[in-house]
């Protein structure tokens, strides 16, 4: 079935540090979604891209939806502790009825 | 205050057992989903539902099953089927169901269960 690869699975930096998340797929996506899931919690919508080659920006977070809509980035410009967590990927599937997600990367920020 | 709701937050059940995890939620959405957290493995789709009454399978519906009799609730058990049934569940809705396009879905607190 349909499916993307987040890499790295986990991620480790120092405080201030750039860290970057990759979402690829073998097949077109019709959208994208980035979800963010605090340890013990729950994952948070982030932002949805739908337009080819498009960016949107949020803070110190940048996300980019690829020219041929087969992969995606997340982008956090001098991390902080704040931005520990797992971020998921996730795009809808052909019918537009369910989300599948990848499975993660996890980042950890030291100070 | 507009939500989901899952509870308990933290279950035990022992081997053989069917348990059912409630989900509720007072955000007049249509669409209501249920994930399933394995460490490493993000978070695989179990059942989902579109509309009351009404309700399809994940990737993983071996061993669960879940009813929409009302909009605001959808219960997943989990039953003796289940091989490995310990593990984090999500529950999640959004706006719309069916042709909804793209729309974000909102997660509840989870429910970790532990069978013994």
């Known amino acids: 079935g349909q499916q993307v690869m987040q890499i790295p699975q986990y991620q480790h930096v120092q405080e201030g540090e750039d860290f970057t998340t990759y979402c690829n797929s073998s097949?077109?996506?019709?959208?994208i979604q980035w979800y963010k899931q605090r340890p013990g919690g729950h994952p948070v919508f982030l932002i949805q891209?739908?337009?080819?080659?498009e960016v949107k920006k949020q803070k110190r977070l940048t996300f980019q939806f690829g020219e041929a809509k087969k992969n995606s980035s997340l982008h956090i410009t001098a991390t902080q502790t704040t931005d520990v967590g797992t971020y998921f990927c996730a795009f809808s599937n052909q019918a537009g009825t369910a989300l599948i997600f990848g499975k993660g990367t996890t980042l950890s920020v030291s100070s | 205050d507009g939500g989901i709701t899952q509870s308990p937050k933290y279950l035990f059940r022992k081997e053989g057992q069917n348990v059912t995890l409630s989900c509720e939620q007072n955000?007049?959405?249509?669409?209501m989903y249920w994930y399933r957290q394995d460490p490493g493995q993000g978070l695989r789709l179990i059942y989902y539902s579109q509309i009351v009454n009404d309700f399809q399978k994940g990737d993983i519906a071996e061993g669960y099953s879940v009813s929409r009799e009302k909009k605001e609730s959808f219960p997943l058990t989990v039953t003796s089927a289940q091989k490995n049934p310990t593990a984090f569940y999500l529950c999640a809705s959004s706006i719309r169901g069916i042709a909804g396009g793209y729309n974000e879905q909102f997660f509840g607190p989870g429910t970790r269960l532990t069978v013994l």
């Open positions: 891209l739908v337009k080819s080659g």
């Open positions: 097949t077109t996506l019709s959208n």
């Open positions: 955000l007049n959405h249509d669409a």
